[in-house]
């Protein structure tokens, strides 16, 4: 991916996610249409089959997914570490009877 392209917060990875996605599902369905040989027939396209776009689309899915899913893990373990300081804090403050 072209560094101008990289989704830089959630809201743009998981846009990226969707967008891969749909050109998975279409990359499938013309593989159901036209078989693991076929191509775009139109003048000027290129003559990547769809078994070569497929894989593609595939790749550039699981690069979407890898990038979601390592904000999620960040975001959901500074989550749990916020929740487990302040666990920690009460814990403390009823030891020293200051609560
Ligand atoms: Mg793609």
Same mark, same amino acid.
């Given at each position: 991916?072209? %560094?101008? *392209?990289? %989704?830089?917060?959630?809201?743009?990875?998981?846009? *990226?996610?969707? #967008?891969?996605?749909? #050109?998975?599902?279409?990359?499938?369905?013309?593989?159901?249409?036209?078989?693991? =040989?076929?191509?775009? %027939?139109? %003048?000027?396209?290129?003559?990547?089959?769809?078994?070569?776009?497929?894989?593609?689309?595939?790749? =550039?899915?699981?690069?979407?997914?890898?990038?979601?899913?390592?904000?999620?893990?960040?975001?959901?373990?500074? #989550?749990?570490?916020?929740?487990?300081?302040?666990?920690?804090?009460?814990?403390?403050?009823?030891?020293?009877?200051?609560?």
């Amino acid at each position: 991916m072209k %560094p101008q *392209y990289e %989704p830089k917060n959630m809201q743009q990875r998981l846009g *990226y996610l969707v #967008e891969e996605c749909g #050109e998975v599902l279409a990359a499938a369905g013309k593989t159901i249409r036209w078989g693991l =040989d076929g191509f775009n %027939p139109e %003048p000027g396209a290129s003559r990547e089959t769809n078994a070569e776009w497929l894989l593609r689309e595939i790749q =550039d899915l699981k690069g979407a997914i890898s990038r979601i899913e390592t904000y999620l893990r960040e975001h959901v373990g500074l #989550e749990a570490d916020a929740w487990r300081r302040e666990a920690l804090d009460e814990a403390e403050r009823v030891r020293k009877g200051t609560r």
